[in-house]
């Protein structure tokens, strides 16, 4: 096979099974950077906290003002593909009373109330993480309402104890990547079309064989030596 056809057929096994990556689907999800969150919307005890280069938007809650707070943000999500959420966070907590039952998550919420749990952890200590969180199409499918929203949730369970908990999320990316995506069928069909064109071409070069006109005109000087 020459190179031409092995290009052409390169060319098609690229454009039916290479993975496409797209750009993030959130909107000031760099908070280290931003020091903003006037992209999200915010319920509860939401804030900013740093400085530029090492900001941080911040959930609290406590059982004097808020017991839960929330950051969330409308997302345009698409049938038949895959999602990863990137995030990098830490949650701190203020022990006054031993009873330690604030918790973070991170979910989808539909216009439905239907929600899909991403993340979850119960706030016992300072600890940080850096999470990559899978969102699978066939999970999404499952929802008739498509209409999702990320959310940063913190709550606090027990409203009789007086400790604070606190989320500080750095950066949040949202990514989907489609992985089969298929060529459309005439276009592929007409690659093979010319690959076969010029794999007959290649093998009648290679056996030596004289084209049809070429036969034909020694066909005729012959007749014309033996009259």
């Known amino acids: 096979m020459n190179k031409t056809v092995k290009h052409i057929v390169l060319a098609s096994s690229i454009l039916l099974a290479t993975p496409q990556a797209m750009g993030s689907m959130l909107t000031g999800g760099d908070f280290a950077n931003n020091c903003s969150i006037a992209d999200w919307d915010q319920f509860g005890n939401v804030g900013v906290s740093g400085a530029p280069g090492n900001c941080a938007a911040t959930l609290s809650v406590d059982d004097v003002i808020d017991f839960e707070t929330e950051l969330s943000q409308g997302l345009s999500l698409s049938s038949g593909i895959d999602y990863t959420l990137n995030v990098d966070f830490s949650v701190d ?3 006054i009373d031993p009873i330690l039952d ?10 439905d109330f239907e929600f899909i749990e991403l993340f979850y952890t119960d706030i016992l200590s300072a600890q940080s993480f850096s999470e990559s969180l899978t969102i699978a199409a066939s999970d999404l499918a499952s929802y008739a309402n498509q209409d999702w929203s990320l959310s940063f ?3 606090d369970g ?8 606190t989320a500080f999320i750095t950066f949040a990316s949202l990514d989907s990547v489609v992985t089969d995506v298929p060529a459309p069928a005439g276009f592929v069909l007409l690659l093979l079309g010319f690959a076969g064109m010029f794999t007959r071409k290649a093998l009648a070069r290679s056996n030596g064989r004289p084209s049809q006109k070429t036969a034909v005109s020694w066909t005729n000087l012959n007749g014309g030596i033996n009259q």
């Open 93 to 95: 907590t203020t022990m």
């Open 153 to 155: 949730y913190m709550f």
């Open 102 to 111: 604030d918790w973070f998550s991170i979910s989808l919420l539909n216009q």
């Open 158 to 165: 027990f409203e009789a104890d007086s400790n604070q908990s």
